[in-house]
């Protein structure tokens, strides 16, 4: 092997490398964006519970259990992109209570807090 095939294997060994990232990113690329949807879902709750002014720390420490339903249900919800949309024009608006599942433990919560 002489010095002038050296740089022809360091060609070929970028071009397997740039194919393998691609295909890597097709790979990662529907986990990636389920993770990011997990993420803006998981921030729905504590949004919801400050706007019934609900601390969720303390709910997770005084009513574990409780906390624990409420992750579940809200983690399992339909209904994700119209809360979403509820908590970003007007986290006041009863009408979340409609579609919400955890809304009558928010709703208790919020009464004995």
């Given amino acids: 092997m002489g010095a002038a095939s050296i740089p022809s294997l360091h060609?070929?060994?970028?071009?397997?490398?740039?194919?393998?990232?691609?295909?890597?990113l097709i790979i990662v690329s529907p986990w990636d964006a389920a993770?990011?949807?997990?993420?803006?879902?998981?921030?729905l709750l504590p949004r919801r519970m400050a706007a019934?002014?609900?601390?969720?720390?303390?709910?997770?420490?005084v009513?574990?259990?409780?906390?624990?339903?409420?992750?579940?249900?809200?983690?399992a919800c339909e209904s994700y992109g119209r809360c979403e949309w509820d908590l970003r024009q007007d986290p006041g608006d009863l009408a979340w209570q409609e579609?919400?599942?955890?809304?009558a433990k928010l709703?208790?919560?919020?009464r004995s807090a």
């Avoid at 009513?63 to 983690?75: G, I, K, Q, S, T």
């Fill in 63 to 75: 009513e574990p259990v409780a906390f624990r339903d409420l992750l579940r249900f809200c983690a």
């Fill in 99 to 103: 579609y919400c599942p955890n809304a």
């Fill in 35 to 43: 993770l990011r949807g997990f993420a803006e879902r998981a921030d």
């Fill in 11 to 24: 060609r070929c060994w970028e071009d397997w490398l740039a194919m393998w990232r691609i295909d890597c």
């Fill in 52 to 61: 019934l002014d609900l601390d969720p720390n303390t709910v997770a420490e």
């Fill in 107 to 110: 709703r208790a919560l919020a």
